[in-house]
């Protein structure tokens, strides 16, 4: 069995370190600083419980001075995006799982090569699973341009520069603008994301084709200084792909605090011993005292989630899951549906979106612990993906996240216990057949 997270409880653990743009901060501020959240939080157990044991396992430090803007489905954060880059001056680093060739696609596309001829530098790193109907025609547009093209982990055997290694996906959504604007999430670059998921016109209409329904997804824009922490780990990929060497840009500019934001990047390979990102996240719902908001799309959850869930409920936390109602791969649709019976009879709540195709992947916990990235819930995102995601210390972005969950909850149903035994035969078939690849997944 794969080792999803260390073993925690070995680790011994040590004062939390925040840094800003001088480096780690004195023992005495960052008591101040754990105050003040403590202030905001006081019925959480997070600060004195996750942090200093997740300082021990994840090895990004605390930022602060940053400014987090939470972005919500695809229009307003390609706008946003696409405004970032036409500001861009001195480089744009780029990393995504899809890259389509469609009226999305073509629009960055197009942004991307203007600013390339203008003298910015543009890296891109695609990955060749995620982007495999796009025409390589496509790249080599992009190539002639002058833009830096790294295909990650090549499909092809013949075109790999360090091994085969099929398997291991890039799964990251990451956009860099001259070091010092970071966007990141769920949201890939593709015009199924053309349509919000919150407009009138999406809620009163059926909707029967995969690619007609609109998409559900969260993405976050970062200024500050925890962009150079995001910066690191775009180059720590380019470095392994072997790619062609950077061309040497002002990567890492001088910072000043952009606002008050607490926030820690963190990034998962499975060149690692463990996933980072989910001994985080394992970590914070250990902690939990009061409640556990989880977003996602893919729900495979390992005995460890499962069992991290089912304790929480039983010390007393309100544990939600929001799942979609339908999926762009019915495998893992139905391997997430045969955990339902096992979490409803610990009376934790799921419901299921049912107007978009839910796409997104955030967890909120006791109002003050955020996390929005591109990790799924599932086998695939742990053990064979390279992730990324933003964790938040903060009430009033908590507020926010608090907000977009209860807004989704609107467009969602329920399931109980008793409605879930009563469905029919076939469909518990397909589950436990699911089920028995949940770890391929």
């Not at 093209?149 to 291991?168: A, D, M, R, S, Y």
């Not at 390279?386 to 329920?414: C, R, T, W, Y």
């Amino acid at each position: 069995m794969p080792i999803l997270v260390p073993d925690m409880a070995m680790q011994s653990a040590h004062e939390v370190e925040f840094e800003n743009a001088h480096g780690p901060i004195s023992n005495a501020q960052s008591k101040k600083i754990l105050a003040e959240l403590k202030k905001d939080g006081d019925e959480t157990n997070i600060f004195d419980q996750h942090l200093v044991l997740i300082s021990s396992v994840v090895g990004s430090p605390l930022m602060l001075g940053n400014q987090v803007t939470l972005l919500v489905d695809g229009p307003t954060t390609y706008a946003a995006m696409l405004e970032a880059i036409d500001q861009a001056t001195d480089h744009i680093n780029m990393e995504t799982y899809i890259l389509e060739d469609d009226e999305v696609g073509q629009q960055f596309a197009t942004k991307l090569i203007e600013k390339q001829k203008n003298g910015v530098q543009v890296n891109l790193i695609y990955d060749s699973v995620g982007s495999i109907n796009t025409p390589k025609e496509f790249f080599s547009t992009l190539k002639k341009s002058g833009i830096n093209v790294l295909e990650f982990n090549p499909i092809n055997p013949l075109k790999t520069v360090k091994g085969w290694e099929v398997n291991q996906r890039d799964h990251r959504k990451l956009l860099i603008i001259d070091g010092k604007i970071a966007f990141l999430g769920g949201i890939n670059i593709s015009s199924v994301y053309s349509s919000g998921s919150f407009s009138s016109s999406n809620r009163k209409t059926k909707r029967n084709k995969l690619n007609a329904i609109p998409w559900r997804d969260t993405h976050l824009k970062v200024k500050g200084l925890v962009v150079g922490e995001f910066q690191k780990l775009f180059i720590e990929t380019w470095v392994s792909q072997q790619g062609k060497p950077l061309i040497e840009k002002h990567y890492f500019p001088t910072h000043s605090a952009e606002g008050k934001e607490i926030v820690r990047a963190i990034g998962s390979s499975p060149d690692e011993p463990y996933s980072q990102i989910y001994a985080a996240l394992l970590s914070a719902i250990n902690s939990a005292k009061t409640q556990v908001l989880l977003t996602n799309a893919y729900f495979v959850p390992d005995q460890q989630l499962l069992a991290a869930l089912k304790n929480a409920v039983g010390r007393g936390v309100e544990v939600k899951i929001l799942l979609p109602n339908r999926t762009d791969s019915s495998l893992v649709f139905y391997a997430s549906h045969s955990y339902y019976d096992e979490l409803l009879s610990a009376n934790v709540r799921l419901y299921e979106h049912q107007n978009a195709l839910l796409h997104a992947k955030t967890a909120l916990i006791d109002g003050v612990w955020s996390t929005i990235g591109s990790t799924n819930l599932d086998w695939r995102s742990f053990v064979n993906n390279q992730e990324i995601n933003a964790v938040i210390l903060s009430q009033p972005f908590g507020d926010q996240m608090l907000h977009l969950f209860n807004n989704d909850l609107n467009d969602a149903k329920e399931i109980t216990l008793k409605d879930w035994r009563n469905r029919p035969i076939t469909l518990r078939i397909k589950e436990q057949a699911a089920r028995l690849w949940a770890r391929f997944l």
